[in-house]
């Protein structure tokens, strides 16, 4: 009692395969996250944007508020906390 089982034809739909879109920028976010994002200060105060991913930030340390609310916050090299050696308080 062989039942014979005719393969089930698939019918495969031909999918349309998205296209990878060509990227105008160079850069990308990992760039930032290991070299650091390129910043570039705007006319507010205290505000800077990423040339790179455009990303907003401001540093904590020159501008205890933030500028605008999607502002995130990045520390200059200035008030960049340094993992080694000890914490200066100032
Ligand atoms: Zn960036
Ligand atoms: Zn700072």
């Known amino acids: 009692m062989q039942q014979n089982l005719w393969g089930e034809y698939e019918c495969i739909d031909i999918q349309r395969i998205p296209r990878g879109t060509p990227e105008i920028v160079s850069y990308t976010p990992v ?17 800077k ?5 455009q990303i907003k930030g401001y540093c ?24 080694t050696g000890s914490e200066e308080s100032a």
């Open 49 to 53: 944007r990423c040339t790179a991913c």
């Open 31 to 47: 760039h930032c996250e290991f070299y650091g994002h390129t910043w570039e200060y705007f006319g507010i105060t205290g505000l």
């Open 60 to 83: 904590p340390g020159c501008t205890p508020n933030p500028p605008t609310k999607d502002a995130q916050p990045f520390y200059c090299t200035k008030h960049t906390p340094r993992q």
